[in-house]
């Protein structure tokens, strides 16, 4: 396997994360009350839109062909969260607590990744940004939890 390769294949991976992380926010916010949570999570659905279409422009400056949907893990999830969500005395919590299982998982998968490869400086630091926002966010959801 080339090495474009080998790095384009790391990059769909998070790429098919980010799309998952899209249509988890954006069912989170279907699925609370407070506008303040909705706001949120739709922030997070647009980053995380975002980090995604960075993610298809590194792919593409590799030659390589991007995914274009996320996993059937994702949708698992999602669907998890839905039901959680509608079992739940606590819904807010419940996705709250949902939410920062997935951002955790997903800074964990930037962690990784970023020991795996020797990227080019540019994928690196777009990687790194995109972890630091995740932490970000899982910094809020801690605050969020403890207002719940």
């Known amino acids: 396997m080339k090495y474009t390769e080998k790095i384009s294949n790391k990059l769909n991976e998070l790429l098919e994360k980010n799309y998952d992380a899209e249509k988890g926010y954006l069912n989170s916010a279907e699925n609370v009350d407070s506008p303040k949570l909705k706001i949120f999570f739709k922030n997070r659905a647009s980053e995380r839109s975002l980090f995604a279409k960075e993610l298809r422009t590194e792919i593409l400056s590799y030659g390589q062909i991007p995914e274009n ?65 995740i932490q970000a966010a899982i910094n809020i959801i801690m605050v969020e939890e403890e207002l719940a």
């Open 69 to 133: 949907d996320g996993s059937v893990k994702g949708s698992m999830h999602r669907n998890w969260m839905s039901l959680k969500a509608l079992f739940s005395a606590n819904n807010e919590e419940a996705i709250l607590e949902e939410a920062m299982r997935g951002e955790k998982a997903s800074y964990q998968e930037y962690e990784n990744i970023l020991q795996e490869d020797a990227f080019a400086p540019s994928t690196r630091k777009m990687l790194e940004h995109q972890k630091q926002k």
